[in-house]
């Protein structure tokens, strides 16, 4: 059931001043685009929205990404609210960071990515887990332990994880490094 033109016009002001990177057509475009995707969805939360499964499609269909892992985390991170759906709100404004966020807001959504347990920190095994697994997609000479051992210097309080400060500083001193751990971001050509 597409939502009433009331509804679709308070959802695009709202979203408009939250998701602050998409003007009210674009919002609209977005909230339109959900709407058919929930309705091609044979799915019983598609009252709702996007389950991890629909979410993850998209995520493929429209950004090319293949990496399970990565991709669950990136649905956990537009899951605001921790109900295992993402509503329209969640699908706008995580895609007004994922796609044109500013240098800050990409890097706390890629922290957010990497901390797979969400206790603050990326800790080694969470490094090794998310390099190990983007490193045997593209088999190479690198060796896990030594992409883990280059990213250990970036710990700059030496404490054995990686705070968002130290992330911060990192990335800061070279962009490359903000997706380290794997492709959470979309390929913007």
């Known amino acids: ?20 990177h998409f003007n009210k057509s674009e919002v609209e475009c977005l909230i ?34 293949t990496d399970d892992m990565i991709m669950d985390r990136v649905f956990r991170t537009f899951d605001r609210d921790n109900d295992s ?6 699908w706008v404004e995580g895609l007004s960071v994922f796609l044109r966020g500013t240098l800050e807001e990409r890097m706390k959504y890629c922290f957010e990515v990497y901390d797979l347990n969400g206790d603050g920190y990326i800790s080694r095994e969470e490094m090794f887990q998310m390099l190990k697994n983007s490193l045997l997609k593209q088999p190479s000479e690198e060796d896990p332990d030594e992409g883990i ?35 959470c971001l979309p390929d913007i050509k």
């Open 149 to 183: 051992k280059d990213l250990v210097d970036i710990d700059y309080d030496h404490d054995g994880k990686l705070s968002f400060m130290d992330f911060e500083k990192a990335v800061r001193d070279e962009n490359l490094l903000l997706e380290a751990f794997g492709p």
């Open 1 to 20: 059931a597409a939502m009433s033109r009331k509804r679709l016009h308070q959802l695009v002001d709202s979203l408009g001043r939250s998701a602050k």
């Open 32 to 65: 339109k685009l959900f709407d058919t995707l929930v309705a091609e969805s044979s799915n019983r939360f598609a009252a709702v929205g996007f389950d991890r499964n629909m979410f993850r499609d998209t995520l493929y269909s429209a950004f090319g990404m």
């Open 85 to 90: 759906c993402i509503s329209v709100v969640e």
